[in-house]
Nanobody, 116 residues
């Protein structure tokens, strides 16, 4: 059974930075477009950023210019570098693959709290 394990969250002040990691098991990680999602309290889960197998990226308007998604296929790991964090970035962050793929499942997520 493949797994996705998110890590790197924490408490950070507004304007600060965090780097999230998503470690994937299995052998097919490298072929899939992967995404970072987040869910804030009382809100629906939303797609924050995605990256194709070839490294093409896409971002939600709310994080453009502040967040950078990347991946290291040799390490089966995806990253989300988050800079200039705002209170509204507070959420649980998840990684996931496309629907119907081996990685189409939610992990435990990692909590990001932006507060002074």
């Amino acid at each position: 059974q493949v797994q996705l394990v998110e890590s790197g969250g924490g408490l950070v002040q507004p304007g600060g930075s965090l780097r999230l990691s998503c470690a994937a098991s299995g052998i097919f990680f490298r072929i899939y477009t992967m995404g970072w999602y987040r869910q804030a309290p009382g809100k629906q889960r939303e797609l924050v950023a995605s990256i194709t197998s070839g490294g093409s990226t896409n971002y939600a308007d709310s994080v453009k210019g502040r967040f950078t998604i990347s991946r290291d296929n040799a390490k089966n790991t995806m990253y989300l570098q988050m800079n200039s964090l705002k209170a509204e970035d507070t959420a649980v962050y998840y990684c996931k693959g496309p629907r119907g793929s081996t990685y189409d499942d939610w992990g435990q997520g990692t909590q990001v709290t932006v507060s002074s």
